[in-house]
C-alpha cells in the first residue's frame, strides 16, 4: 500500500516518458483528489500485494533446499554465490508467471484515461474489478498472459541480480574472504539495500518493456 504511488507513477513515466513526474501527479489527482493514486490497487493491487511473496518464498525456499546440498557450504561444488543467484531466479521466474495477469489488469487500469475521470472508490473498484472480464471478452483468455514472458524474464534477473549483487556485497564489505563470518543484523540490512539498488538499476530496461507491453493502449 506504501508502494503503490511509486508503481503507479513509474508506470505512467515509462508509459508517457514525455510528461514530467508532477504533471503525472497532477492528472491523477485532478479529478479524484488524492484518493486518484489509489488506481489500480484496489483489487489488482491488493491481489497481487497479498500473493507477490507467497509466491516467491514458496519457489525460492523449494529452490534453496533442493540446491543447498551441492553448495561449498555443504561439501558440495558450486559456490554458495551461485546457489544464492540460482534460487532467486527460479523463484522470480515462477513469481513472474502467477503474478503477470494481475499485473497486466492493474497497468490496465493505471494507463487507461477513463479512470482519470471524476467518480468515487467505490465506482472505480467496480470498474477495476470488471477490466479482467472486458479483457477476455474483447481480446481472449490468453490476452490475460501478455507479456508474461518478458514479465518472468524480469522477475528471474531481478531475483537473481538482487541474491547476486546483495552476496557479492556481503563478500566484498563484510566477509573480505572469510567464509566463517557471521554477517550483523545491520550488515545483512546493508547488504541487501545495496544489491536490491544496484538490481533495480540493471533491470530497469527490461521493466519498461513490460509496461510498454501491457499498458491500455496495446489492447
Not at 555443504?74 to 540460482?86: A, D, I, R
Not at 515462477?94 to 490496465?108: E, F, Y
Request: proline fraction near 4%; aromatic fraction near 8%.
Amino acid at each position: 500500500s506504501m508502494g503503490h504511488y511509486f508503481e503507479f507513477v513509474k508506470i505512467a513515466k515509462q508509459t508517457k516518458p514525455e510528461m514530467s513526474y508532477a504533471a503525472l501527479t497532477r492528472e491523477m489527482t485532478a479529478q479524484k483528489g488524492l484518493i486518484g493514486v489509489l488506481d489500480g490497487f484496489f483489487p489488482w493491487g491488493t491481489v497481487q500485494a497479498l500473493s507477490k511473496g507467497a509466491v516467491f518464498a514458496f519457489a525460492h525456499a523449494g529452490a534453496k533446499k533442493a540446491l543447498h546440498p551441492y553448495s561449498k557450504e555443504q561439501g558440495g561444488p558450486v559456490p554458495h554465490m551461485v546457489v544464492e543467484t540460482m534460487a532467486g531466479g527460479i523463484g522470480g521466474g515462477l513469481q513472474g508467471l502467477v503474478l503477470s495477469p494481475i499485473l497486466l489488469l492493474k497497468t490496465r487500469v493505471m494507463t487507461n484515461p477513463v479512470f482519470r475521470q471524476q467518480m468515487s472508490l467505490g465506482q472505480t473498484v467496480s470498474m477495476s474489478t470488471k477490466v479482467g472480464m472486458d479483457v477476455i471478452r474483447s481480446e481472449g483468455i490468453s490476452a490475460l498472459m501478455k507479456g508474461s514472458i518478458v514479465f518472468a524474464s524480469k522477475r528471474v534477473a531481478d531475483w537473481g541480480t538482487r541474491f547476486l549483487f546483495s552476496t557479492i556485497v556481503e563478500d566484498v564489505l563484510f566477509k573480505r574472504g572469510d567464509e566463517t563470518y557471521k554477517l550483523s543484523y545491520n550488515e545483512k540490512i546493508a547488504a541487501s539495500l545495496l544489491g536490491g539498488t544496484l538490481s533495480a538499476c540493471s533491470t530497469i530496461p527490461i521493466d519498461v518493456m513490460v509496461a510498454q507491453i501491457q499498458q491500455a493502449g496495446k489492447a
